[in-house]
């Protein structure tokens, strides 16, 4: 956890305590004290902190730098960093975009005394700081967020979002349609991690949700009172929560573009006075919207659900910014569980390797539930694009006689899909395209044993579509290596209306890992195949 003291131009850096080894179909979690780290970043005035593809940029904004710092090596509390230089300090943002880098930049006009700079615009540079581009004009850019393949920032003329691409980052404009109210802008946006959409505030009393794909790109939700937190939900990415100055808090339906429900929580908290005021702030944690109030010394924990206080804790003095350190997975007790991880040589057990490898007795194969898939999958194909694989084909090629453009383009073609999110509860699987949701409900409709021309063997394990969206697929095949129930770690998935066309689609197989996993750890996970 990173803590910055701007007035006193130190930066803190916290460990959680939390520790999560992945294992595929599930993480191993352990739980210590947390703990401070002993060495501090100093500077003049650092400010926006962004943690992003495994780095942790700190802009310091009358340096004219910023920090950056390899996660890995802060959770080992190593503080490691190496500077990008900015053409003239301001207040703005360093961010990591693919394999790029790209930094604010201000303006050129003197200035009085201590004011900063107005800000102008957005360009890629190298990771020294050396430009590579034009300055893509976002006057006044503020508010940076990632989701999915997009970061985005706010501007006076609307949206700027940014994407990877072979040549370097690429910025697009979303305009501010004529449709919003006029005069406001948006200087504050969340980014969705399960599916790619933004919220963001669009003046003092109205949100947006942002859409860097499809039409409409905004949609605005106007609120009864202004503003004063807004978060989502990483659980649920459907939904949000935002609070007013009245002391109500209001579930966001980002979908729909809309507020669903609202309960008071606290007293009213105005936002006159000085921007930096002690207010509340509100954070997810799992089932719960937590949420510090200044003004009666506690923390209060509410139900994300029924939007009603379910505890509070009492902390004394003024809370006011609040950061929740989480996460889920199994703890093994004893010594029969090494995770020493120096000899850890595979990421997953995947049982028999000859199974796993196709080679297998028909009385083997047993019928296996849906459950089996159960859980939030992402599609691997976003970073097959991003040239995120790529140390996959090097591995492959390594092991056998292919050439690495050879393997690429057959998983170019293998894992090619526009779904790239799935999830699965109950017998409800819900398909996300482009962040779209389209769910059936599921019941199982045999399996059936394929023939390769390699000779090895698979088995598809099939669910047939009983009620639902009515252009939800008729048909779900699964296939994951295994021939018996057993808990997927991923898998390939075949859609489509008609059963039998599907088992002869053996080129295009759509494959997901857990929404949990990042780059590297599924990339860990391929090469220990």
Known sequence: MVAVESDNDVVHFINSGISLHSHGDHSDIEIKNPS??????TGPRPFHVIDHDGKIVINFDKGGYAEIIEAHELSHNEIESKQLKQAR??????APVGNGWVTTVASDAPVEGDAAPTRIGLRAVREDGTPIGDVAICTGIHGEAFSGAYLAAGCKEGILTVTASKDGPVTKMLTYPAVLPAGQTTGTLLGARSMQVFLGNYGSRGLVVV??????SFRYIELPFRRVDFVLDPANARFGYVLTEDGTLHQIDVLEGKLTKSSKVTDPYSMDGHWNDPRPRIAMAGNEVVMSDPNAGVVRRISKDELKEVGKIEVGGKPYNIAVAGGSGKVHEGGGHDHDHA???????HGDPKIYAGYFEDSQVKDRPLSDYAGDWQS???YLKDGMLEPVWEHKAEKGTAKVEDIRAEYEVG???DVDRITIEGDVVTFYEKGKPLAGHYAYDGKEILTYKKGNRGVRFIFKKTKGDATAPRFIQFSDHGIAPNKADHYHLYWGNDRAALLNEVTNWPTYYPSSMDAKEIVSEMKAH
Do not use: C, M, R
Request: hydrophobic share 30%.
């Open 36 to 41: 401070a780290i002993d060495k501090a970043l």
């Open 89 to 94: 300090a301001h207040h703005g943002f360093v």
């Open 211 to 216: 859409d860097p794909v499809d039409e409409p």
């Open 343 to 349: 000899g850890h040589n595979h990421a997953h057990s």
């Open 380 to 382: 691997v194909y976003p």
């Open 415 to 417: 894992y090619k899909t």
